[in-house]
């Protein structure tokens, strides 16, 4: 079969497609970061990573961290931590960001050269989203750790 073949009307997607267990993950930073505007009106980089082995090996997540200088307009806080928790991502890979290279460059990078590998812990998301009953598995961005 071809994707010529495929008519996407007779495709059944599944209906529940499970989340990442809660755990601690080897996982493997993906080529494609990138920034965007977010829901909210302000910039955020986001970064994917897949799991690098187990018996989850192949999942994907993202990371999302957004613009440090960006206000919460609940909180009326800035976004500092973003920028903690990209240094300790930076950190746990082993590799420093060159000299005049943006960030999206340096991560880029990394995805692309074999030093790609970190620690992370997949948790509760702090809020439940209105409709649901427990917290959805996230990634817990202050949990990363080079990898074993």
């Known amino acids: 079969m071809s994707w010529t073949d495929i ?9 529940d497609f499970p989340e990442i267990p809660f755990g601690t993950y080897v996982f493997s930073l993906l080529p494609g970061a990138t920034t965007r505007v977010n829901n909210f009106g302000t ?3 986001v970064v994917s990573a897949a799991i690098a082995e187990g018996p989850q ?4 997540t993202f990371l999302q961290y957004p613009d440090p200088l960006s206000t919460n307009s609940q909180t009326g806080k800035k976004a500092t ?12 890979l082993g590799t420093d960001q060159n000299e005049g290279e943006s960030v999206t ?9 074999g030093h ?8 509760p998301a702090k809020k439940i989203r209105t409709g649901e009953t427990e917290p959805r598995a996230v ?9 074993a």
């Open 57 to 60: 090996a192949g999942r994907r």
């Open 105 to 113: 460059e340096y991560l880029n990078r990394v995805a692309s050269n």
């Open 7 to 15: 008519k996407l009307a007779e495709v059944k997607p599944e209906s």
């Open 139 to 147: 990634p817990l961005l202050f949990s990363v750790a080079a990898a």
């Open 116 to 123: 790609s590998h970190f620690q992370m812990d997949i948790g």
């Open 43 to 45: 910039e955020e980089l």
């Open 81 to 92: 931590w973003s920028a903690q928790a990209l240094k300790k991502l930076e950190l746990a």
